[in-house]
């Protein structure tokens, strides 16, 4: 399922987009939690970012997050930025 799969099913269902907001987030706070609990992700990432209340905070947990779906091969790379680079398990 991919996100944007996720957020136009919500759309469907939950035409507040409040209600839809609150819903992806979870979504998002229950696969970390997840993987920190079985111990795919280490806790560190948000907590030690929790003084950044900027969008670029959150690029370590972001990292760690996608790093793991690339090394369990749920996909296959990914890129943050720039078009015409492609970031591996930076």
């Known amino acids: 399922v991919t996100c944007y799969a996720l957020w136009r099913t919500a759309a469907e269902l939950m035409p507040d987009f409040v209600q839809r907001n ?3 987030r979870n979504v998002g706070r229950g696969l970390y939690n997840e993987a920190v609990k079985t111990g795919l992700l280490s806790s560190s990432s948000p907590e030690s970012n929790k003084g950044a209340s900027s969008l670029t905070g959150t690029l370590p947990t ?4 996608l790093n793991l779906f690339n090394t369990t091969q749920y996909i296959s790379n990914y890129r943050l930025g720039d078009r015409e680079q492609v970031s591996q398990n930076l």
């Open 62 to 65: 972001v990292k760690s997050i």
């Open 22 to 24: 609150t819903f992806a």
